[in-house]
């Protein structure tokens, strides 16, 4: 009988310690996410504020470098206008010299003037032309005295303008006599 209390003990402690080894294998066989959630969760955390942080970044980029395009288009055209009036300014004053030359019926000095400003690094051409007919009086360019100038606009000008042709500037401005317009002074610029 002991012996069969004995075995009965034995095989009741055998199965209590399996038991237990059950109970502890299947704690032990938790999961994978379960037993580093702490772990996986700070790694998700870190890999969506990378991503948000990127993304930020990008956009920021993006609206800096449409701003900076905006403010050097806008430079662009602000140095245009000024290019412009810069050269209304100086055919304004070259048509001073020349309408005082040309009341004194002095072509040969016009033409020194004409030639003195070709040395401006910028100035291509510079054309006296008859206002009423449209026929060049005076050219830097020889081959253009005696033909008529196409640019109607410039050559009917009332004040100092600028245009573009060609992908040239072009400023334009009346000489007035003393009564009368004498004709229209035009500067080609490259």
Do not use: C
């Not at 059950?22 to 990378?50: C, D, G, I, T, Y």
């Not at 004409?114 to 054309?127: C, G, T, W, Y």
């Not at 020889?142 to 040239?168: A, C, F, M, R």
């Not at 334009?172 to 080609?188: E, K, S, Y």
Request: no cysteine; net charge negative.
């Amino acid at each position: 009988m002991k012996t069969e209390e004995h075995d009965k003990l034995i095989g009741e402690g055998t199965d209590k310690s399996d038991s237990s080894a059950m109970n502890s294998k299947v704690e032990k066989k938790k999961p994978f996410w379960k037993r580093h959630f702490l772990s996986l969760f700070l790694l998700l955390l870190l890999a969506v504020s990378l991503i948000w942080g990127y993304a930020t970044n990008r956009t920021t980029i993006s609206t800096y470098e449409k701003q900076i395009t905006e403010i050097e288009t806008a430079h662009e055209d602000e140095l245009k206008v000024l290019e412009g009036e810069h050269l209304k300014q100086l055919v304004s004053t070259l048509a001073l010299a020349v309408r005082s030359e040309m009341i004194a019926e002095n072509m040969n000095q016009v033409n020194q003037y004409f030639v003195q400003s070709l040395n401006n690094a910028k100035v291509e051409r510079l054309i006296l032309v008859n206002h009423i007919t449209g026929k060049t009086i005076l050219s830097t360019n020889k081959k253009d005295e005696g033909k008529i100038l196409d640019k109607q606009e410039l050559v009917n000008t009332k004040e100092p303008l600028t245009k573009v042709y060609d992908n040239s500037t072009y400023a334009a401005t009346p000489i007035m006599g003393l009564n009368t317009q004498l004709g229209v002074l035009i500067m080609q610029v490259d």
